[in-house]
Every structure is written in structure tokens, then in C-alpha cells.
């Protein structure tokens, strides 16, 4: 049994996963790099180590380091959280060789996720309804044009490999296709190690709807329910709740046994998310798989009363799922709003010194940190410094709550996108549940904010 694990992350998820280390009596490492050495997450912890300088790929991403270190403190896993090495089937292999648990997926499995192409062929298989586009990776700019004529513009020029909004493009023209492949191309190769490109139809005023699952080593797999995390900006989301007020009853049972029968084909272990573009007929299409724990995982725990970090451990240390899907129900409502430090007119990042760091407090509110009074923000790293998750008994109820909540929340210091987050939550349209993909571009208007 797991007795110790290494915190192959930092910020608020990392906190997060100490909190329930703590809660099972399970000792914690924690590794830092030299800019997150007075960090929260450091402190916490019952060991921690130094990793290496701030740059990512000297300290977050030495995976030789992080198996040295969990070597070194006779830790038997690692927990990868999210982003970094999480989802990096390399990392998941050398931990599998050298006797340490990785707390998620196999290697092999993380590895087939990882490739959006591979990834399409794996749910085609699985009879899962994928959104339509190329089968393989697309060669030139002049098949691409090819292609995208066949598809019909509106299209998504997107990296195989990678995530986060990088090397992914809407055109709308051969023009634009022809400047955009070529452009991503370059920055998914710079960032990922991996130039190759698919293209997808872009499915017009869609919703990003996601189901959680979880799966342990004996072939069972339930589904968490589905969370909708629609209100992005460049990609990337910024408000997530669950249920979904979209989707009706039976939507959600079709989604989530769709979910389970990819997970299943898969042969999956662990926790993760299949995430869904679904348009306004309530068709529903894979957009891709995470093989981590997301972001917003607590806005699932909120509403099911399921701690997902416990159930991630339980797994790996082989014990099988206590739960079945029947047992499984919606309570109420549970938002989530990222904290960033970042300028809400621009969305550029904003590290800098925190004056004053002052969450709010109440009843069915919920912080996950990474940062205090006083913390410095680097610009090494995501500028995602804290989450706000409220519950309530109905949606309108969790809407009222977060707004107040918001309003108590106190950052001195940085720019941060607390303005931006209350203009969004107070617009007509997000209360009336209209928060497809391409909300930030029709209604946030930056220049109206004080």
C-alpha cells in the first residue's frame, strides 16, 4: 500500500492533493524549483526538495529528477496533477520501470491519448460519434486546402499532440487556412516536439461538455456526471459548472454511457475525462481525452460527494471501485471560477508581487490555493493562482453565492481577472444558460469595466 507520494506539481493542485494525503494518513513530498521555494505547497508537505531553476524544462519537466527524488525519499508513487509531466506517457514509462506507482493511466494508454489523431481512430472504434475531419495527420498546406474544401469552412486547424489552446485555429477561408497551418505547425512543434496537424469541422455555437469517469483495475468504470466548461478565452477555460444546464435527462445518461464505453475499450485504469463538443440539436461529438485529473475536478466532488484525489490513490494501490453507477447522484449546483493573475483587458499574464491575498469565506464556498500574502508570481509558469468553487441548491442559488463570493475576494498588487469573472456571471446571457464556446467574443466587453 501507497505510503508515500511525490507532488510532481505545484500551486493550488498540489495543496489540493496534500489535503487529501493528509486525510489518509499518507506521507507527501513536494519538489520546487528555485522561484517556488517559499511557496504554499512547499511548506505543506512533509519533505521537499529543490528540483532545479524556475525555467519548466529545468525543474517541472526533469522527469529524471522527480524519479531521483521519490529514489531518494522511499516515496512508492508519484501524483503527476495536471499539466507538466501529467500526461506525458515518457514520464508514466520511466516511473513503471523503475518500480513507482504513477498515479493515472498506463503509459501506453496516455501515449494513444495524447495523439488527437490516434485518439479519434481509438472512440471510432469504440463507436463513439467524433466530430467530422482527417483520419491522419495532414502533410502539406496544399492537403490541407484540399481537405478543408471537402470538410466545409468553417474549420479547426489543430496540433495531434499537446493541449492548452496551442496549435489550434479557426479559419474560415482558404486564405487564412493557408497562413494558419503553416503557423501552428511551427508553435506545435516548438512547444510539443510535434509538428503534425489534423483538421475538423468547427462546430458552430458549441458547448464544451465533459464527463469525469473513473476506472480500476478490474474493468470497472463509472461515470461522475458531466461538467460544462463552455466560457473560455483563447481556448482555455475560465468558469465551469456542473450538471450542464443545457443538456436534458437523456442526453446526460447517452453522454455518460458513451464515456463508459470509451473508457472501457481503452482498457483504462484511474481517473479521466472525456471531453465533448456538443451543438445546439444536443449532438454530441469526442473532442479528446484527458488522462489527469482537470482543473475543475471539484466542482464533480461538490456535486457527488466524491473525493476524486482519494478514489485516483485507492485505484492505483489496486483496490477496486466501491461504487456503482446506480448509487451515483446529482445534489444541487457547483460552480467554479479560475482566479488569474492576469489583465482582464488583454488576458496577458500579470506576475508581480501580491500585496494582499484575502479569499472569501461562508458556508458552501471552497478556495483550492497555491498563493498567500506577500507570494511572488513568477512569470515562469501558468498564471492561474487560486480557484473558486461554490455549491448550491439550485443554479440560481450557486450564482448569487459566487457573485457575493467574488465580491469578498480581496488581491492587492497584480492585475487579476476578478472584474472580468463578475461581468460574466452578471451578464443576462450566462443566467440564462446561454454559454456556448464563443460567449468572451460576443458578450465580455473589457472596455466597460472600471
Known sequence: MISKIVIANRGEIAVRIIRTCKKLNIKTVSVYSEADKHAPHVKLADQSYCIGPPRVNESYLNANRIIEIAKQANAEAVHPGYGFLSESATFAEQCEQAGILFIGPSSNVIRQMGSKIAARKAMQQARVPIVPGTEEAVASTEEAIRLANQIGYPVMVKASSG????GMQTVYSEAELTKAFENNAKRAKSFFGDGSMFIEKKIENARHIEIQVLADQFGHVVHLFERECSIQRRNQKVIEEAPSPFITE???????????????????TNAGTIEFLVDEQENFYFLEMNTRIQVEHPITEEITGIDIIEKQIDIANGKPLTIEQHDLNINGHAIEARIYAEDPLTFFPSPGQIEVFHPPSGEKIRNEVGVTNNYLVSPFYDPMIAKLIVHGETREKAITLLKQALDQYEITGIKTNLSMLMQV?????????NTTTNFIESYYLPKKIH
Open 425 to 433: 456571471i452578471d451578464h443576462e446571457q450566462f443566467k440564462a444558460a
Open 250 to 268: 437523456q442526453t446526460r445518461k447517452e453522454m455518460g454511457e458513451k464515456a463508459v464505453q470509451a473508457a472501457k475499450a481503452l482498457h483504462y
Open 163 to 166: 493541449g492548452g489552446g496551442i
